[in-house]
């Protein structure tokens, strides 16, 4: 019975790991991959426990299962791994000292105008039912994402907005990007989510914001089609905007 020695180093050792796997289980609740997480998780615990009790064939078939399995592992959590990855780079990022060592360049801001612009155009295309996905850049350049869509490069407008996203316009069908107070592209492709807490009320357009927000520090406004409400998402966080004064306020705002 010598696995049952206990000792300091066991105790952080346990504490360590338990800290870990709750971590993992934040970064992935609410996403297809826990259910594979969890029977990873008891194949490492079964392994554990039949290394402990000296059981060598159960053992050494799960450790060559999980040695085997590795790579799988990383093909299927690589949306998780990435998203995880670019978190941790986004909060060093944000750190003032990581900034002065990078010297990575600000966040871009929205002069006045520009957001009164867009506040007045989704404002209507919500009156009128029109649906619409606003991609707002922050410090990501987002250029993988602009490249999938048609180059506008014009000054953002209330009228230029509302006839992109008009059901009959050619470019009405995807995100439009704006950054440095200019539409810089539309018609653009957005990465889906995979969460599954979304609300079912919640459409493709706001899968694609939630998508695009988990893997980069772009900010998203989507306007429903179905019902006209309008979302802003950030991160993993979807904020439905009642009033064009808390719309104006989110794209004022730069600090995450």
Not at 22 to 31: C, D, L, Y
Not at 133 to 151: E, K
Not at 230 to 248: C, D, M, Q, W, Y
């Amino acid at each position: 019975m010598e696995f049952l020695h206990f000792t300091l180093i066991d105790l952080i050792d346990i504490v360590l790991v338990a800290a870990v796997i709750f971590i993992i289980f934040r970064w992935i609740k609410g996403s297809s991959a826990m259910n594979i997480f969890i029977a990873i998780l008891i194949l490492f615990l079964v392994r554990v426990l039949a290394t402990a009790l000296n059981m060598r064939m159960i053992s050494a078939l799960l450790g060559a299962i999980l040695d085997v399995g590795a790579l799988a592992i990383i093909i299927i959590f690589q949306p998780e791994i990435r998203r995880f990855l670019n978190n941790i780079g986004q909060t060093a990022g944000n750190n003032t000292l990581f900034r002065r060592l990078l010297r990575r360049h600000k966040a871009e801001g929205l002069d006045t105008d520009t957001v009164s612009q867009i506040v007045s155009a989704v404002e209507q295309m919500s009156s009128h039912y029109t649906g619409a996905l606003i991609v707002i850049r922050r410090r990501d350049n987002l250029q993988s994402i602009i490249s999938t869509g048609d180059s506008v490069d014009a000054r953002v407008s209330e009228r230029l907005i509302m006839n992109i996203f008009f059901k009959n316009s050619p470019l009405h069908d995807g995100a439009m990007v704006i950054g440095d107070n200019r539409i810089i592209a539309a018609r653009c492709t957005l990465p889906l989510t995979d969460r599954l807490d979304l609300p079912a009320s919640y459409g493709m357009r706001h899968r694609a914001a939630v998508g695009l927000a988990e893997q980069c520090d772009a900010d998203v406004i989507v306007v429903s089609e179905e019902n006209g409400h309008i979302s802003f998402v950030r991160g993993r966080e979807i904020t439905p905007v009642e009033t064009s004064a808390t719309l104006k306020l989110k794209l004022q705002n730069n600090d995450q």
